[in-house]
């Protein structure tokens, strides 16, 4: 009775590790998904959450029952703390619910079902070019989805005018998504004035503001000053969607672990969104898992750990401005023809190298270097001793 199923394309992410995990080249490397990387090219479990899972695996008092719809209650509060800051009026005034999901993508999704029930507009736009889970996340939750200008491939920066022009012939009440920090896959992110200036746009077109945060204290090295957009909005006493990931942040990429918060205007109506988005779950995968969700409140709850964990913070994302200068450097050193300023200019976990889709093709076949076909290298990926084969295969597919 299938055999009329077609083959579907891999994920353009995720497929790219499928196709590196098949090319037997002794060089290959993977620039494509968003992981990181120690120097020496491994994936890397911070100390502190071995610390953490060293407390859980001790403690005898533990169980494996199942979690609530909602998930880890102090998982859920303090996750909420650390996005919108522990003396915020949203924290202070009970105006949040907040539920553990399945990390980013699965945060996302639950708030996208949760609008499609609850809230009078279903358009939401998405910024042009974005993360490519997007669309497919809001289209499936029976969003119609649409774009607003963002990247300006001339400047390799921001376009901040056509932003705010798109936001602002956006039908009233239309929902936006915005990543918090760390633009991907661009690297490009508003300056705080230029927050600034989104956020009275949405306020005045009374948008609902949908924050992706995949990167806290990933793309600056520092927690609050990665979370200053979305602390501006959930200060202002409007609504607000939050979408949390412990993916790059804590390393914890397959325990699948984040949190939705959504600020209300009133405690008592962030209750009954809570007992909504409990009835979004349920239905799907019941409740959350529990390993993952320890681990962080562990470590958010203890002041050494968690100042241990922003030292290690601190290293991965030092390590990432390393690359970056180091593979501005070897494309000087080569002379290779183009201005690689961008490469130290953006934030976060990648270079969007302004590379076509043939050149990242001849890159694949030519030097086994894998990367997603915009373009995009994941800086994470990288390392001093591979900089040299990635700066050589940029210089001859610009220059072949
Ligand atoms: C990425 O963009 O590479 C990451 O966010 C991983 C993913 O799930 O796509």
Redesign the pocket.
Known sequence: VFADVLRAPEDP??GVTVAYNKDPSPVKLNL????YRTEEGKPLVLSVVREAEKQLVNDCSRVKEYLPIVGLADFNKLSAKLILGADSPAILGNLVATVQCLS??GSLRVGAEFLARHYYQHTIYIPNPT???HVKIFNLAGLTVKTYRYYDPLTRGLNIQGLLDDLGSAPSGAIVLLHACAH??TGVDPTLEQWEQIRKMIRSKSLLPFFDS?YQGFASGSLEQDAQSVRMFAGDGGECFIAQSY?KNMGLYGERVGALSIVCRTADVATRVESQLKLVIRPMYSSPPIHGASIVSTILKDRNLYQQWTLELKVMAGRIITMRKHLFDALRARETPGDWNHIIKQIGM?TFTGLNTKQVAFMTREYHIYMTFDGRI?MAGLSSRTVPHLADAIHAAVTT
């Open positions: 992410i995720l494509g998904v968003g992981a980013g993508t993360w490519g889970n991907n896959p995949a993916a990648f994941s």
